[in-house]
């Protein structure tokens, strides 16, 4: 679990995108049924690139998701499977914890694929009492980001 104690930062963490999610619960609810039709289901994330900074991300990172230009949530990443598509290319999956742990508000402009996120720039989880944080309206966010509020 992360704390938001800079103190130890020997990992880094991937940001993604949750295409076709609009909320935190989209995604439970899919991982969720993921899961009840398949009680051995791991969930992972398959992508087309291999993260060269392996070592770092399974030293104790998470892949944040990015709903609808803002990070709204984080999973651990427990490791990576080699996974090979019918048309025989090696991809990456990303084997995630199911524990989805919300995070405070923080925006993203939009990209493709997944970046790293260095733990000083990764939002801090929400206090577990506390199931979400109502996020700022997106030109809102956008304007706060661009002159560094946000």
């Known amino acids: 679990m992360q704390t938001g104690d800079d ?18 619960e989209d ?3 899919w991982q969720a ?28 990172g998470s892949l944040y998701w990015v709903f609808k230009g803002v990070i709204l949530a984080r ?5 990576l499977d080699e996974v090979i598509g019918e048309d025989g290319i090696r991809r990456c999956g990303i ?3 199911p524990e989805i742990v919300r995070t405070a508000a923080a925006p993203r402009r ?28 997106a030109e809102l966010s956008a304007a706060l980001a661009e002159i560094g509020v946000l």
């Open 95 to 97: 084997v995630l914890d």
């Open 110 to 137: 939009p990209f493709q694929g997944w970046r790293y996120l260095a733990p000083a720039d990764s939002p801090p989880d929400l206090p577990a009492g506390r199931p979400r944080e109502e996020a700022l309206p």
């Open 75 to 79: 999973q651990r990443i427990l490791r």
């Open 7 to 24: 103190s130890v930062d020997n990992h880094v963490n991937l940001v993604k995108l949750c295409v076709g999610a609009d909320a935190v």
């Open 33 to 60: 049924a993921r899961r009840a039709g398949d009680p051995g289901h791991v969930l992972r994330h398959v992508t087309r690139m291999w993260p060269k900074r392996e070592a770092e991300l399974l030293a104790g």
């Open 27 to 29: 995604l439970e609810a």
